[in-house]
């Protein structure tokens, strides 16, 4: 069980307040509230810049202050700001301030993944996403850091020793958007002509596209979503289009650059994508309490199935493994597509979700699953649905999925997947591990 336990009865220390008078204490939340007020309509006029929201508030830091750390990056501080935004409405005591580090895998944007993996020693799949963790883990687990705000999915599916996911909040659009050179009349993958170059950093994008889209040629593109559009608009760019994350550019406020979406049945997206996971130390019940009025239960229990079937599988980032994820609870249904950031209720109740006896959310899960050949040609497909009141239960639907998926072959892709980690390049011509060219398979 990855998740921390959110209904731990652990005794916390919390320092000592002088008592405030009546008035005392009426003029505190009035200016209080009014300072939350002006916050709130300020970071909502600059959603789109890397801030911090304005200092001044007359209860700020006076039951204590949680250290947040980020990458090093606009989107990373726009993704922290959004959850101190968050937080600062639920714990208005409290001050959040922000700090940014910069992590390996930032640092050099110009080797291809595997190769920068290899590298620093990372060769095992869920082990080289700690490319854009480790340091941040390091100031952690030393104290420096009291929380970490991640795109969900560049988090390893196990987390160092003493690290826990504390919460996820409210899940974004998790699809990847199909964005176009400007200049370009193009609306969709199947309008470009043969021979197109696709621009992507991700082994399951281009997995993907070398799979439903033969006709195109899929190059590297690496860097922030910043350099990579400029990459993709330059006078002399190979790219037709590039294909990254859709969240990544609503959250930076240039929405209007998606040309399209991609989106389920056909392409899948990456295991957490969209989400942000809020990474605690295991120990720090106090921090874990904070924190959990902006989890959102739905998107918990999706994220927690994902990366339960990548876990098993043993895949990472390095592996062409994709899902598509959905929630029903009561008369509403919430799925994989959920805009925007936690309400600030811990119980995710919205769209009629069901509760249990403690006010938590409960439903049906359904999972989807795939991994396909780096080149294309195999898919490997694999769904589940079950009622689902724990992340047990959630994990539980992803070790289902992941081994139906094994039953039908996914082992021997992975064992090519690991193969090719060493050789940087396309496979052999005919080596498929005993999985024929051409081949998909599903299993419901």
């Known amino acids: 069980m990855e998740q921390a336990n959110h209904h731990a009865q652990e005794e916390t220390t919390q320092q000592s307040v002088a008592p405030l008078g009546v008035s005392e204490q009426h003029e505190l939340t009035e200016a209080t509230l009014a300072h939350i007020e002006k916050m709130s309509l300020y970071v909502g006029d600059h959603s789109g810049e890397a801030i911090h929201p304005p200092p001044g508030c007359p209860a700020e830091g006076l039951f204590g202050r949680i250290r947040v750390g980020s990458r090093n990056s606009t989107l990373a501080l726009i993704q922290a700001n959004h959850v101190v935004a968050a937080l600062f409405k639920t714990h208005h005591g409290f001050s959040f301030p922000v700090s940014t ?8 944007k110009t080797s291809p993944f595997l190769k920068l993996a290899s590298e620093v020693g990372k060769t095992n799949a869920n082990a080289a996403k700690s490319l854009w963790t480790m340091e941040l883990e390091d100031k952690l687990l030393d104290g420096s850091l009291d929380i ?10 196990v987390l160092p020793e003493g690290c826990s996911i504390g919460c996820i909040p409210q899940r974004a659009d998790p699809t990847d958007a199909f964005v176009v050179k400007k200049g370009l009349s193009y609306k969709s993958l199947q309008d470009l002509p043969a021979g197109a170059v696709v621009g992507t950093s991700s082994v399951r994008r281009t997995a993907q596209l070398k799979h439903y889209y033969p006709h195109l040629e899929v190059q590297e593109c690496r860097g922030n979503v910043d350099s990579r559009l400029r990459k993709l608009d330059a006078d002399d760019s190979p790219y037709s289009a590039i294909v990254v994350a859709t969240a990544g550019l609503v959250r930076l406020n240039i929405e209007h650059r998606i040309t399209a979406r991609l989106t389920a049945p056909t392409y899948l997206h990456a295991v957490g994508q969209g989400a942000l996971g809020i990474e605690i130390r295991t120990n720090d019940a106090n921090t874990l309490r904070i924190i959990s009025a902006i989890d959102h239960r739905p998107s918990r229990l999706a994220c927690l199935a994902e990366r339960s079937l990548l876990r098993y599988l043993q895949g990472g980032c390095s592996a062409p493994i994709a899902v598509q994820s959905s929630f029903r609870g009561g008369s509403g249904e919430l799925n994989g597509v959920v805009n925007g950031i936690s309400n600030g209720t811990s119980n995710g109740t919205s769209n009629g979700t069901k509760t249990d006896e403690r006010g938590e959310a409960s439903g049906i899960l359904e999972l989807v699953g795939t991994i ?16 689902v009141s724990s992340d047990a239960d959630a994990e539980a639907i992803g070790v289902t999925v992941a081994e139906k998926m094994l039953a039908l072959g996914a082992g021997a892709l992975l064992k090519l997947i690991d193969e090719l980690q060493h050789l ?7 080596v498929t591990n005993g999985v024929p060219v051409g081949d998909t398979k599903t299993l419901t």
């Open 101 to 108: 580090h910069t992590v390996k895998g930032d640092a050099n």
């Open 148 to 157: 970490i705000v991640h795109c969900l999915k560049d988090m390893p599916t």
């Open 372 to 387: 396909l050949h780096p080149k294309g040609g195999v898919e490997i497909r694999a769904r589940h649905s079950g009622f």
């Open 424 to 430: 940087y390049g396309p496979p052999k011509a005919g």
